[in-house]
T-cell receptor, first 111, second 116 residues
Framework: KQEVTQIPAALSVPEGENLVLNCSFTDSAIYNLQWFRQDPGKGLTSLLLIQSSQREQTSGRLNASLDKSSGRSTLYIAASQPGDSATYLCAVSNTGNQFYFGTGTSLTVIP | DAGVTQSPTHLIKTRGQHVTLRCSPISGHKSVSWYQQVLGQGPQFIFQYYEKEERGRGNFPDRFSARQFPNYSSELNVNALLLGDSALYLC???????????????FGEGSRLTVL
């Protein structure tokens, strides 16, 4: 069974810092890897999708990379802002029917 | 364009009762998935439906059931509610890519169920 781990569980940084969130998975035979943002009590907002044939995706200040062979992905956030404060979730799909989620990294950006 | 919509947003039930949650996917999406998120955890897969057929089921008891309608909306039903069913229930819609794999997931705001 696929297991997804996210480190650190919580992170607090001053505004303007660049930061990296980590995601690791046990089964490298993935089809998709997707990063989400979740605000307290809300649903998930899709940030970036990386297909298995891709190495990275970029959207604005966000950059996600994928290394299937080592079972790792990173989400890089440049010039962090207080509005970036949220929980960031990583999810991977294997067979294509379901996504397996990590427990998330809770990010606080201090003004 | 409207995103994924779910109803109700919040509901409170007592043990043993039944609940029905509803989801309307993004226009053009034919696949709907249901996830359960317990406080402090990542979402857990419950079901996926495509073209009204079940294409995947997670490790949940038979008290959980779902269906998809011709307009691609979906219902999640939970019978004989237990305290442990208290959670945020999330619906996601997606395209299916070539090969039948699930594409990018788009989630609704969820239905917060509290079982007393």
């Amino acid at each position: 069974k696929q297991e997804v781990t996210q480190i650190p569980a919580a992170l607090s940084v001053p505004e303007g810092e660049n930061l990296v969130l980590n995601c690791s998975f046990t089964d490298s035979a993935i089809y998709n890897l997707q990063w989400f943002r979740q605000d307290p009590g809300k649903g998930l907002t899709s940030l970036l999708l990386i297909q298995s044939s891709q190495r990275e995706q970029t959207s604005g200040r966000l950059n996600a990379s994928l290394d299937k062979s080592s079972g790792r992905s990173t989400l890089y956030i440049a010039a962090s802002q207080p509005g970036d404060s949220a929980t960031y979730l990583c999810a991977v799909s294997n067979t294509g029917n379901q996504f397996y989620f990590g427990t998330g990294t809770s990010l606080t950006v201090i003004p | 364009d409207a995103g994924v919509t779910q109803s109700p947003t919040h509901l409170i039930k007592t043990r043993g009762q039944h609940v029905t949650l509803r989801c309307s996917p993004i226009s053009g999406h034919k696949s709907v998935s249901w996830y359960q998120q317990v406080l402090g955890q990542g979402p857990q897969f419950i079901f996926q439906y495509y073209e009204k057929e079940e294409r995947g089921r997670g490790n949940f008891p038979d008290r959980f059931s779902a269906r998809q309608f011709p307009n691609y909306s979906s219902e999640l039903n939970v019978n004989a509610l237990l305290l442990g069913d208290s959670a945020l229930y999330l619906c996601a819609s997606s395209h299916l890519a070539s090969g039948g794999f699930t594409g990018e997931l788009f989630f609704g705001e969820g239905s917060r169920l509290t079982v007393l």
